[in-house]
């Protein structure tokens, strides 16, 4: 199972999130990926899992989604078991100070605890909106 987390540098304010959510929803189930997607006040950070090549090719398209601006991968890896079984993309806003500075921490980072951080941050502040059928 890889493991991909990127981080967006796009203004909320010009993206439909319900719109990303639905296509995230089909999309992902139908290729069998999972994650979770952050929302704070200067872009997202998103964690997607999956097969190797539904990973890749899921950030193929959405690197080239002009949607986004400076895109660029935190960290890959991989592991046997899924971070987010249950969810075809969870999605979470956050903006608390706290919280802003564990997103800085994951975006800086280039160590193996930044999946540790992401799963902390995302377990402490959860919308359930597209959870698996
Ligand atoms: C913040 C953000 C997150 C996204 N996450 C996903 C995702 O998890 N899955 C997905 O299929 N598309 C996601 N997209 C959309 C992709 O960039 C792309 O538009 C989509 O995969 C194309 O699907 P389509 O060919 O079915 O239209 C995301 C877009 C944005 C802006």
Request: without cysteine; neutral net charge.
């Amino acid at each position: 199972m890889k493991h991909l987390i990127y981080r967006s540098e796009s203004e909320m304010a010009r993206i439909s999130l319900a719109d990303i959510l639905l296509t995230s929803r089909v999309n992902n189930n139908k290729f069998g990926i999972t994650g979770f997607l952050v929302a704070h006040s200067r872009g997202f950070i998103q964690l997607i899992e999956g097969e190797e090549t539904a990973v890749n090719q899921l950030y193929q398209n959405i690197s080239q989604d002009l949607r986004h601006a400076n895109v660029a991968i935190i960290t890959t890896g991989h592991s046997k078991q899924r971070y987010f079984p249950n969810w075809d993309m969870g999605y979470a806003y956050i903006s608390s100070q706290h919280q802003l500075m564990q997103i800085n921490a994951i975006s800086d980072a280039n160590n193996a605890s930044v999946i540790k951080t992401f799963t902390q941050l995302v377990t402490s502040e959860v919308t359930p909106l597209t959870r698996h059928g």
